[in-house]
């Protein structure tokens, strides 16, 4: 089984503070997702990679940036996190094939919930 | 743009049959999906359709598409209490190879 790991389920952080969100997969997948999760607005792109220290902007990549210094591991940081970043984060992974490769099935980690006090 | 909209939320009673439905707004769509997140995890795909077909049928799950009213439907017969959960829709549009979500739908299944 695809399993997509997130290493916190909830955390809580001062405004200002910056803040690293890290996603490991075990698949050998190209592809690496981050998504914000908000009520009555779905899932929104942050930012994607399609191989190792290559990255690529979403939806919504203000105030947020990524890296991907290794194929099974995605992090998403948040340069200095404000209260309009209080969301659900999840990570997915992917079979590659450049941005062709949001077409193949996604695999989800299961969510950090992100508090900014 | 791309957008995909759905109702917020739907209730019916275990055993009947559950409609949830998906509207959007770009037509060079190749894929459509349907995810499934349950309390506390991940999204998980369900089912997916191709833009060049108009159903499919899964076991208990048949996806509806009208590509004219650009429409998609997820049936869930028979509906139990583990199929309470929000489920979204998705479409992948090839021109733009872009992955939109929609907003999600609650199911709530009630005894």
């Known amino acids: 089984d695809v399993k997509v790991t997130q290493s916190s389920r909830y955390l809580v952080k001062r405004t200002g503070e910056k803040v690293f969100l890290e996603c490991v997969q075990d698949m050998d997948h190209e592809n690496m997702f981050w998504y914000r999760q908000d009520p009555g607005l779905g899932l929104r792109l942050i930012y994607f990679s399609y191989d190792v220290k290559m990255k690529e902007k979403g939806d919504i990549p203000e105030g947020y940036s990524v890296s991907r210094e290794k194929k099974e591991r995605f992090s998403l940081i948040l340069e200095s996190a404000s209260t309009n970043q209080t969301s659900m984060y999840l990570c997915?992974?992917?079979?590659?094939?450049?941005?062709?490769?949001?077409?193949?099935?996604?695999?989800f980690g299961q969510g950090t919930r992100l508090t900014v006090v | 743009g791309e957008d995909v909209e759905q109702s917020l939320f739907l209730s019916v009673r275990e055993g009947d049959s559950s409609v949830i439905n998906c509207t959007y707004t770009d037509s060079s769509s190749t894929y459509l999906y349907w995810y499934k997140q349950e309390p506390g995890a991940g999204l998980q795909l369900l089912t997916y359709i191709f833009s060049n077909m108009d159903m499919k049928q899964d076991q208990r799950l048949t996806v509806l598409l009208n590509k004219k009213d650009k429409h998609l439907s997820l049936r869930i017969a028979d509906t139990q209490t583990g199929d309470s959960a929000i489920y979204f829709c998705?479409?992948?549009?090839?021109?733009?190879?872009?992955?939109?979500f929609g907003t999600g739908t609650r199911l709530q299944v009630t005894l």
């Open positions: 998705a479409e992948y549009a090839g021109t733009a190879s872009k992955l939109t």
């Open positions: 997915a992974s992917s079979l590659g094939g450049g941005r062709r490769g949001l077409a193949t099935e996604a695999f």
